[in-house]
């Protein structure tokens, strides 16, 4: 193998680790075990916490958004269900909002 090769060949393979590690920042999976409404939020907490970009949440809670409906929707079709076991994207920002939740099949 040449040099060039081997070089351009480590740098994938950093490149994508760096990619998958920061990737799964903000996702988690886990059974919801608990659910509670307010005015503008649905929260929902897991038996597995929270994901790890989470800044300083309390008692492990995850925001889902009013203006989130078909996410809210899964999510209560979820719990409705017992189908509780779920996966849950949150935003980047570290705000511990939910942007996606997969039911698990």
């Known amino acids: 193998m040449t040099n060039l090769?081997?070089?351009n060949f480590v740098f994938c393979l950093l490149a994508f680790a760096s990619f998958s590690a920061s990737?799964?920042?903000?996702?988690?999976?886990?059974?919801?075990?608990?659910?509670?409404?307010?005015?503008?939020?649905?929260?929902?907490?897991?038996?597995?916490?929270?994901?790890?970009?989470?800044?300083?949440?309390s008692n492990n809670l995850m925001r889902?958004?009013?203006?989130?409906?078909v996410i809210i929707s899964v999510a209560l079709a979820s719990w409705a269900s017992g189908k509780r076991r779920i996966t849950v994207y949150t935003?980047?920002?570290?705000?511990?909002?939910?942007n996606q939740i997969d039911p698990e099949r």
Do not use: Q, W
């Open 64 to 69: 889902i958004n009013k203006e989130d409906s």
């Open 91 to 98: 935003d980047a920002d570290g705000s511990c909002t939910v």
């Open 23 to 57: 990737a799964s920042d903000h996702v988690i999976i886990g059974t919801m075990n608990y659910m509670a409404s307010t005015r503008t939020n649905l929260i929902i907490r897991l038996d597995s916490g929270v994901p790890a970009n989470c800044n300083s949440p």
């Open 5 to 7: 090769f081997k070089k």
